[in-house]
């Protein structure tokens, strides 16, 4: 889904029984978990590369799945290109300082002006893709290049 604000991201996971991903597990699941890929698919960066994105299809219109070998370590489908991903977190420039100083699985929960947003975006370059590739933007924004998934604990 698309075109839905932060809150409303977060509103319909909980109304779906789960909530949404922290950035710290948005990124252990882009990244392969210990094996810290640079796609979710792995390390190889020949062109075009198994996504949605501005050297592929590039369309906001695509099914979900479509890029099977862009799958990600745990086979989640659509990590990398098509939307930028909704995370719980609130926008902090200096998290992955943070998250190497010894917290574990943080979210930043801290009310911010911004949200954080993961997995780049049909219409940009692979750069943007990356696990590691963060941006933020206000919770209050719609657009039709962002959207979210569910996460849910075991």
Known sequence: MSCASWYEAFAFCIWDGG???????????????????????GDDTTE?????????????????????DGNGRWDHADLSGSRWEWALDGWAEDWHTITQAGCSDCANLIDTSLRVRRGGYWYYDAWYARA?????????HRGSGQGWRCARSP
């Open 48 to 68: 075009p590369l198994p996504m949605n994105y501005s050297g592929n299809v590039s369309s906001a219109f695509i099914n979900v799945g479509s890029f099977p």
């Open 19 to 41: 909530r949404l991903p922290t950035e710290a597990e948005w990124e252990f699941a882009a990244a392969g978990g210990d094996e810290n890929r640079l796609y979710p698919w």
């Open 132 to 140: 590691a590739q963060r941006s933020a933007q206000d919770p209050l």
